[in-house]
């Protein structure tokens, strides 16, 4: 069987499809039903519009969906956790968030993280593997269907990729992946609705601008200098502020897309009006925007978030030197689905 790779239906393209089924002699029109089909996250059996043959010959192949949900967690403030298997057993979660404007999927990938930030529980059990485009598109699928959604009226209209994983880390299965969720044969998700957090891969920030996708970029930033970034994100020995915010101002300036820059403030970190006025120093002038985040608990790490009055006179700090800035709403802390609480934590199905 070669199901070894663990690939579905739903990491194929429409044109990858199409080439498929005619080299196995099927008229064209087929392809557009299996896409469809797959895009509705069915499985074989709800395929019924399908000859037996080609739906035996589609099964030996491929996997019909990517991902299952397997458990559902839902807070208080309507926030909705979910754990997905995937095909090969490994379980990734997602964060389903209702909003006024519309709903929003914060979607993992990779399986684990690598990069250890010194906040996040994403890399507590290190890198497993990468996911595969079709895995993060049958995160959305699979959620759009849950919801009751179709591909015209759809019940997801926002991405966010922040789930657990580094996304530049996994650049080619990524982009697929925006391409995937954005064709307008499928569910069609408008990549201006689409953002991609990163922990400041600068190499793989000017070729995703490169490719001018349109997506919203935001940078975990967390620190105004090189010390406390280095301590909290390992990462910054590779890529320092001042590469990470000069690749930022290259992405702006091909994209036309506001950068974001993720900023959770830490006690005893990088929460000092000292550590404001560093932060606006190093961003005046650039069009941009400060995501302040409280900092939500991971009883691993063990660091602590501010008071209210911390979190203000930090934000007046900002605001008094222009730097447009806004504290993030918290959603989903008491399941766990909060930024930075996404963790690897059930490796294997059977560790459930």
């Not at 290190?126 to 591909?151: D, F, H, W, Y």
């Not at 069609?188 to 991609?196: G, K």
């Amino acid at each position: 069987m070669p199901h070894e790779k663990n690939l579905s239906l739903q990491d194929l393209s429409y044109d990858e499809l199409n080439n498929i089924i005619k080299a196995w002699g099927y008229p064209s029109f087929r392809a557009e039903q299996v896409y469809i089909a797959a895009q509705q996250n069915k499985d074989y059996d709800n395929m019924s519009n399908l000859p037996k043959d080609l739906r035996h010959k589609l099964k030996e192949s491929y996997f019909a969906t990517a991902v299952t949900i397997i458990e559902t967690f839902a807070s208080k403030d309507g926030t909705e956790k979910y754990l997905y298997r995937l095909n090969d057993g490994n379980v990734i979660e997602g964060v389903f968030m209702p909003h006024s404007y519309g709903n929003t999927l914060c979607v993992s990938t990779q399986v684990g993280c690598r990069l250890n930030c010194a906040f996040c529980a994403s890399s507590l059990n290190g890198l497993i593997r990468n996911l595969t485009s079709g895995e993060m598109l049958g995160q959305v699928l699979s959620v759009n269907a849950l919801k009751g959604g179709t591909l015209k009226e759809r019940k997801i209209t926002n991405i966010v990729l922040m789930g657990s994983g580094e996304p530049l880390d996994n650049f080619d299965n990524v982009v697929k992946f925006l391409k995937a969720v954005s064709d307008e044969k499928g569910i069609n998700i408008s990549l201006r609705n689409i953002s991609l957090s990163t922990a400041g891969l600068v190499d793989k920030i000017i070729e995703l601008a490169d490719m001018n996708l349109s997506v919203t970029l935001t940078i975990s930033l967390h620190a105004p200098d090189d010390k406390t970034r280095s301590k909290l994100m390992p990462i910054n020995n590779k890529y320092n502020i001042p590469r990470v915010i000069e690749a930022a101002k290259y992405y702006f300036e091909k994209t036309g897309r506001r950068v974001i820059f993720e900023y959770s403030l830490i006690d005893g970190q990088n929460s000092d009006i000292e550590s404001a006025l560093k932060l606006a120093k190093r961003l005046k002038g650039f069009p941009c925007h400060v995501n302040l985040i409280n900092l939500n608990f991971v009883k691993e790490r063990g660091l602590r978030g501010v008071s209210k009055d911390t979190t203000k006179e930090f934000l007046d700090t900002l605001a008094a030197q222009n730097i447009s800035a806004t504290l993030r709403r918290s959603m989903g802390n008491d399941i766990e689905g909060a930024c930075g609480q996404l963790r690897n934590k059930y490796l294997k199905e059977g560790s459930l």
